[in-house]
């Protein structure tokens, strides 16, 4: 992807774009890799759902253009 993109983190099992709003949202460029690290843990007493769109704040609702990959490594 050649713009910003954004990951989106939501305390659910399931969010509805452009409705409820992240807990967390990370911005990225292009194809930069982005490694977050919680010390002291993350807690999402609901769920955790994630999507990716092209713009953001809570109303952003389009996918990016390419494919984008998230990984997860929890303990």
């Known amino acids: 992807n050649s713009g ?8 659910n099992t399931s969010a509805t774009l452009g409705t409820d709003n992240p807990e967390l949202i990370f911005r990225l460029f292009g194809t930069q890799v982005l490694d977050v690290v919680f010390p002291g843990g993350l807690t999402m007493s609901t769920g955790l759902c994630l999507a990716c769109v092209d713009s ?12 984008v990959k998230v990984r997860l490594v929890t303990s």
């Open 4 to 11: 910003s993109l954004y990951v989106k983190c939501y305390n």
């Open 56 to 67: 953001v704040g809570t109303a952003g609702t389009t996918s990016p253009g390419s494919a």
